[in-house]
């Protein structure tokens, strides 16, 4: 739809920005309600990122997605910062309103949202989850679990000594049902979900070596890396005959809460998004 001077702005900053599949994904949304607006991406190099988000605010924008890297830099410079991004200790979603800069984190939300959508009948707070990895992601994805009633979450990460001090943040939020397992095996015996957080499958990183079994039967697999689709660890999942949950789900349900105060509607995550934003990523 043509825009007019009316139209609301937002965008995703990033550095670099070139692969981010938000200006896809919002423009669909955009386009479907006929919304008289433009989702943009902006590259953004880290040194400036403070004073793009003020250019931003000055410009009249509507607020904008941030992404890697600019996650924890976008937490310092809000004005108010809300509960989901605190805990997380990151943003990833600025509004901008009556001139003042508000951040949230959807991350957390959007994962869960993605299980429940691909694993129906699937709760946190049915048993334990095992999270592997140990960065921005992990800590996203493990807070939103124990906020879901998650009985509880193991860590397993290469370098065990950040699992430590996530599980030590963790527990200083006073959940006191967060763990780390010495090794994978440890972490996925009697797991309800797997979660894997870390980079392994993605497109130019080696797979993620992971010997199922130790899993139960009816356990959920997730993966936070949505390109390519169906990483190897999805595939030896569905292999055993367990559910799987891709990345792609998480990134379309972390967009909603942002689409909706910056353009008004709360859209929805179909098959028709979901076809289209897929069309732009490799199955395998
Ligand atoms: P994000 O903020 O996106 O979660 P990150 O902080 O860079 O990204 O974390 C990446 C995660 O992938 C980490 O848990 C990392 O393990 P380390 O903490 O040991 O670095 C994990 N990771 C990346 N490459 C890995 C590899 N080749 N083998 C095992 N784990 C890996």
Known sequence: M?????????????????????????GFWLERHGIDGAYVPLPVPPERFAEA????LAAGFAGANVTVPHKQAAFACCDVVEDSARRAG???????RDGLIHGSNTDGWGFLESVREQAPGWEAAAGPAAVLGA?????????????????RVVLCNRTAA??????RDLEAAGTGRIAVAADPPAALR????????????????????LDLAPLPEGAVVADIVYV?????????????????????????????P???????????????LRAHVAADIPLR
């Open 90 to 96: 990151a943003v990833n979603t600025l509004v901008f």
């Open 53 to 56: 988000v003020r250019g931003l």
């Open 2 to 26: 043509a825009l007019t001077g009316h139209a609301r702005v937002a965008g995703v900053m990033g550095w670099p920005v070139g692969h981010s599949r938000s200006p896809r994904l919002h």
């Open 258 to 272: 942002g689409f909706r105060d910056w353009f008004g509607v709360l859209p929805v995550v179909d098959a028709a």
């Open 228 to 256: 390519p689709l169906e990483t190897p660890l999805l595939r030896s999942a569905r292999a055993r005959g367990l559910r799987a949950v891709d990345g792609l789900g998480m990134l379309l349900h972390q967009a909603r």
């Open 190 to 209: 009697g797991a309800a979900l797997l979660v894997n957080t870390t980079s392994l499958g993605m497109a130019g990183q080696p797979p993620l070596e």
């Open 162 to 167: 950040r699992a430590e001090v996530l599980a």
């Open 135 to 151: 960065g921005g992601a992990a800590r996203a994805v493990a807070t939103a679990l124990l906020e879901a009633g998650a009985p």
